[in-house]
Structure formats: structure tokens, C-alpha cells
């Protein structure tokens, strides 16, 4: 079945730290992937997502490349801030007639001015 | 931008007892989706719904069921409450593409 693996943390940087947390991902066909961020006390937010391999997702400085030969989907971010601290899932869905959510254990991020 | 409402958002039970959680999603999403979120764990999938039919069902237990109605909200009631069902249930939308967006939860404690 699908699987998603994700550097489990806790990672903690400094502010204006380079940020990399890594995904890999077993999946049957051609999944589409996904970053979504958990800040403390709130609900899933949908953070970037690519849907082939080459795709680059990027919002708010984030970015993830989707590789379909290493079945990866690091995210990255040169520059991080406070309030970037948060929960961070990597997430697939195999398509089908569902799009159901496969998600990895999700890495906690806490940024130190 | 309208997005997924959940009520309530938290709620407090005691054992056996059961619960109703109710998500309204996004105006125009047709499909509703139901995950599990334990202490420090990963969102599990529960259950799904398209065009008020039961879509996909994953870990969802025998005493919880779900349904979607005519105006493409959905409830999931649970029964006999364990411990163990203390979680935080989310519920997301889609319509067409293949994200899916959340609404901010539900916190069920059980005593």
C-alpha cells in the first residue's frame, strides 16, 4: 500500500537557518504530492503540492521538487522565521476515485530568534 | 474565501457515552472526507463520501458511522466511546481537483 517516510525531528534552527525535511514515498501509479502545515493548536493547511514528476510546488518561500526517481519530495526554505514553527506533514494520494490522504509522521519545526 | 467548518469544536464525553461531529464543507465541494488525528500522531483516514454516497472507508471502527446529506454536510456519529477515541477528527473538502482542504478539527476528550 502507499507510504509516506518523513524525518520525524523535532528540528530546531535559528532564525535565517537554510530548513530541509525530508519526504520519500512508496506509492502504487502516479501519485500527487503535498506539504501541508499544522501550527500549534489549529487545523491542516494546505502548504505546496506537485501533481508529476519535475513539478516544483513553492508558497511563502517554501519549496519542494517532486522526484520521481528518488520518490521524493524534500521540502526547503532558505530563510526560515519564528512563525514558521509548526507541525510540517508530507502527504500523497494515489488518485483513483477517491484521492484519500496518505500522510507521514510529520516533523515539528521550532525556530529560535 | 469560505472554508470548512467543523462544530463543535471540542468536546468532552465520558465512556459509552457517544458523540456527533458535524463538518459543512466548502460551497460546491461534493466530497467529504473524515480523519483521526491521535496525541502526536498522523492523520488517519476514516471515512469519505461523494455525492452523498460512502466513497472509501479506511481505519474507521465498527461503532463510529458516517453519513453525508442532501445539502453535502456530513456527520460522523461515534458510539460506545473508548479512551482511546480522545483524537482530534478532522474533516476536509474537494470538488473536481485533487486537494483536499481542511477545517480546523474537532478535539474530542473522552473521560
Known amino acids: 500500500g502507499d507510504s509516506v517516510t518523513q524525518m520525524e525531528g523535532p528540528v530546531t534552527l535559528s532564525e535565517e537557518a537554510f530548513l530541509t525535511i525530508n519526504c520519500t514515498y512508496t506509492a502504487t501509479g502516479y501519485p500527487s504530492l503535498f506539504w501541508y502545515v499544522q501550527y500549534p493548536g489549529e487545523g491542516l493547511q494546505l502548504l505546496l503540492k506537485?501533481?508529476?514528476?519535475?513539478d516544483k510546488g513553492s508558497n511563502k518561500g517554501f519549496e519542494a521538487t517532486y522526484r520521481k526517481e528518488t520518490t521524493s519530495f524534500h521540502l526547503e526554505k532558505g530563510s526560515v522565521q519564528v512563525s514558521d514553527s509548526a507541525v510540517y506533514f508530507c502527504?500523497?494520494?494515489?488518485?483513483?476515485?477517491?484521492?484519500?490522504?496518505?500522510f507521514g509522521k510529520g516533523t515539528l519545526l521550532t525556530v529560535n530568534p | 474565501a469560505a472554508g470548512v467548518i467543523q462544530s463543535p469544536r471540542h468536546l468532552i464525553k465520558e465512556k459509552r457515552e457517544t458523540a456527533t461531529l458535524k463538518c459543512y464543507p466548502i460551497?460546491?465541494?461534493?466530497?467529504v472526507y473524515w480523519y483521526q488525528q491521535g496525541p502526536g500522531q498522523d492523520p488517519q483516514f476514516l471515512i469519505s463520501f461523494y455525492e452523498k454516497m460512502q466513497s472509501d472507508k479506511g481505519s474507521i471502527p465498527d461503532r463510529f458511522s458516517a453519513q453525508q446529506f442532501s445539502d453535502y454536510h456530513s456527520e460522523l456519529n461515534m458510539s460506545s466511546l473508548e479512551l482511546g477515541d480522545s483524537a482530534l477528527y478532522f474533516c476536509?473538502?474537494?470538488?473536481?481537483?485533487?486537494?483536499?482542504?481542511f477545517g480546523p478539527g474537532t478535539r474530542l476528550t473522552v473521560l
Open positions: 460551497p460546491r465541494h461534493d466530497t
Open positions: 506537485a501533481t508529476k514528476a519535475d
Open positions: 476536509a473538502s474537494r470538488f473536481e481537483a485533487d486537494t483536499q482542504y
Open positions: 502527504a500523497l494520494n494515489s488518485g483513483g476515485s477517491n484521492y484519500k490522504l496518505t
